[in-house]
């Protein structure tokens, strides 16, 4: 399978291109600064976001594009939802799949009440988790053709290998027994290479958690 993944530099789209590499996939990785990439097993274009540069020439030969942008580094929040209508635009009519790295601020704790609206959730991640929610409601509104898949990971992600299988939820938070919403980078990365190759949860919001 050829897979495209946006944002492959940054710290989940770097363990998304390991497990993708792991599998024997081809991978085309889309970065602003290609000398970021040391993983010989993967092509590497350079690609501005910002720009106007077009990416449909790019990925036209390509089955999946895994997503994973943010505006944090440079305070430009803005760019995730613009990103996902820029793609939902660009691949109207085409075979190619979005499967997009998600936040968890937009799982319900209640119907129709996010996690981001809740008073507990901290204010230093509230714009980015606000720029994954106006992402999904791209995604949700758009009257284009294309696929896509909106992945949320757990509350808590951090650093670390594979701890256990992990489960496939919906729209709506979960925890574990112990009222934990946490799952590793790497298992997160695994979850996500797995909807690529599956395609399980066309045009779904689904979340990722242990």
């Known amino acids: 399978m050829k897979l495209a993944i946006l944002g492959a ?11 993708a590499v792991k599998r024997d996939h081809e991978v085309v990785s889309f970065v602003r600064d290609p000398i970021k990439i040391s993983n010989s097993k993967t092509s590497v274009v350079s690609f501005d976001l910002q720009s106007e540069q077009e990416i449909t020439p790019l990925i036209r030969d390509v089955e999946v594009v895994i997503v ?3 505006g944090r580094t440079n305070d430009n929040h803005q760019l995730v939802a613009e990103t996902a209508q820029r793609l ?32 507990e959730f ?7 988790a606000l720029a994954q929610v106006e992402a999904l409601n791209v995604f949700k509104a758009s009257k284009s053709n294309a696929s896509w ?10 650093p670390g290998d594979s701890e256990a299988k992990y489960r496939i939820g919906d ?40």
Request: glycine share 8%; no cysteine; aromatic share 8%.
């Open 122 to 128: 901290p204010e230093d991640y509230k714009q980015e």
């Open 149 to 158: 898949t909106f992945v949320s990971p757990a509350a808590i992600i951090y």
């Open 88 to 119: 939902m635009t660009d691949l109207d009519g085409s075979s190619t799949r979005i499967v997009w790295v998600g936040g968890a601020g937009s799982l319900e704790v209640a119907p129709g009440v996010t996690l981001v609206s809740s008073p």
């Open 68 to 70: 994973s942008v943010g």
């Open 171 to 210: 729209n709506t938070f979960f925890t574990n027994t112990d009222g934990e919403s946490k799952v590793s980078v790497t298992d997160y990365a695994i979850a996500m290479v797995d909807e690529a190759e599956n395609a399980a949860h066309l045009n779904q919001h689904m979340s990722i958690a242990y």
């Open 9 to 19: 530099t940054g710290w989940i789209g770097s363990h998304i291109m390991e497990q």
